[in-house]
């Protein structure tokens, strides 16, 4: 199934385990869609959307609906704390004037997801781009239009990041094409900085660095970049997200993701080991020195 770009259409992880406990307590209940929403004045078509993650739901609603399905208080709060967490603004909105519409929802899912299979073609993934090197890559964007604007996107690349820090890092699983690192960009100051800090990466424990040499040959990545996000939560469902230039895609089907999964698997197998990689991208930089 895929979901359109626009940040209404990606529910984020929140209102996924809101919409799914309330679905489980209503089932459990043996009540309808139906029955509740007489007792509720509601649609029923409100009351599906709420569990299918499809709109926000405010704190008051959540209390009317755990009332009606009679559910214990210590999960009533529990769920009441999750509806007014899902209706806070991320902290990527500080950044709105430079933040692609369909970008938001990408970053609501990242910001909760234990796991990226990722596989860059093209450029260096965002989340080990220096800031220099990011702020060059926007230069060269469609989306932005003024000088200033690149340098502040390249500070949101920046301030995403953190996610590979802290107590409760994201791991990530990234296989770069060869072309991506032997592309110069900014000169080469900037790309030797930018060299320098995927070797720091693969020495990160939670960051797993492959290159895919041209060597490889054909391979499953031939029609671009993607990114397979995964949560610890095993009733939130592996999402496929897909960039283009003016937009995005994510994709939740079952064959979908499998398929991604298994490409991203092929990659790593035709890619060099990590620490072959490290080899490739230190011969790299002592070229470009």
Known sequence: ???SG?????????RRRLGAALRRLREGSGMSLEAVAQELGWSTSK???????????????VRALLGVLDALSEEVEILVSLAGEDRQPGWWRQYAEVLP????GYLSLESEAARLLAYESEVVPGLLQTEEYAAEIFRHSSYMQLPDEAARAA???RTRQVRLGGPDPIYLDVVINEGALRRVVGGRDVMCAQLTRLIDATEVPNVALRVLPFAAGAHPGVDGSFTVLEFSDPSNPRIVYLDRMTDSEYLEGLRDVAAYRHAHERLRASSLSVSDSRGMINSLLRELR
């Open 47 to 61: 009351i599906s959307r709420i569990e299918l993650a499809k709109i926000a739901v405010t704190p008051a609603d």
């Open 155 to 157: 500070e949101l690349r």
């Open 6 to 14: 626009v940040m209404v259409s990606v529910p984020n992880i929140r």
């Open 1 to 3: 199934m895929a979901l």
């Open 101 to 104: 519409p369909w970008f938001e």
